[in-house]
């Protein structure tokens, strides 16, 4: 499910579900979240680097959950944390977070980088944010974020898009920082995370509480709005159509939505 290591103070957190291209459901959001709020509380751990196990980084929320969640007739379980639950933690953590996307990053797999600190990417990978594609809205603080890391017509690309935006447009935007060969991914990332983590823990967390200061309350109002206008149109016509066309593995029709 999640794999931890821990290494010379930097705390490796790999998501291993490649069957399902790393999509996260409630069970991973848990886990994802619970291992987040350990590192944060470990003296041990100075730096946390998240990557995915096989050709996906993280293919987002798990579609067939999403669908159970939107109809009032199936049996949805929410979890402990739950996805709310995981983007609090994102954006209160409080160490170094840095990301080594491996392959595909869809939805959450991509506006997870706004909360980055530092964002390592394969030559070989991809990033979608389908959000308009699902007849939702985009999430994570994103339409606030993307904007402010990238230029406003980039964002407003990648995000009303829904298209895919290979690896050498997420270094030109401004969404990654390095790009590697992906046999050199994992070890550039890490070289870097052991670089920062051999400073003073109490110097990393008070620069970055600064650096996040004059955002984190806009932070917290963008994510309110787009909860707002998600929860409007899930199970919405649209919303409804997109997940059939999922189901039915054929593009979906919004004609006269």
């Not at 996260?24 to 959001?29: C, T, V």
Request: hydrophobic share 45%.
């Amino acid at each position: 499910m999640l794999h931890i290591e821990d290494a010379d103070r930097v705390r490796l957190l790999r998501l291993d579900r490649p069957e399902a291209l790393n999509a996260l459901d409630e069970a991973h959001y848990d886990a994802l979240t619970g291992a987040l709020i350990d590192a944060s509380e470990s003296p041990e751990v100075a730096v946390v680097v998240l990557t995915g196990t096989g050709r996906a980084f993280c293919a987002g929320t798990d579609l067939g959950e999403m669908e159970r969640r939107s109809d009032p007739e199936a049996s949805f379980v929410a979890g402990r944390y739950g996805f709310d639950g995981l983007l609090d933690r994102l954006a209160a953590f409080s160490k170094p977070l840095v990301v080594a996307v491996n392959g595909l990053g869809v939805g959450i797999g991509a506006t997870v980088l706004g909360h980055a600190d530092l964002v390592f990417m394969s030559t070989e990978a991809r990033l979608q944010c389908p959000f308009t594609s699902l007849g939702v809205v985009p999430e994570a603080a994103s339409t606030y974020l993307f904007p402010r890391i990238l230029n406003r017509q980039d964002a407003t690309w990648v995000l009303l898009s829904g298209e895919w935006i290979d690896a050498e447009e997420c270094l030109r935007m401004g969404l990654a920082w390095r790009l590697c060969e992906p046999d050199r991914l994992l070890d550039e990332t890490m070289d870097h995370a052991r670089r920062l983590a051999a400073r003073p823990i109490a110097s990393l967390v008070a620069s970055k509480r600064l650096l996040n200061a004059p955002i984190a309350e806009t932070i917290g109002e963008a994510r309110r709005m787009e909860d707002r206008a998600f929860a409007s149109l899930l199970g919405g016509p649209a919303n409804a159509e997109a997940l059939r066309a999922f189901a039915e593995k054929r593009p979906p029709d919004f004609t006269g939505m």
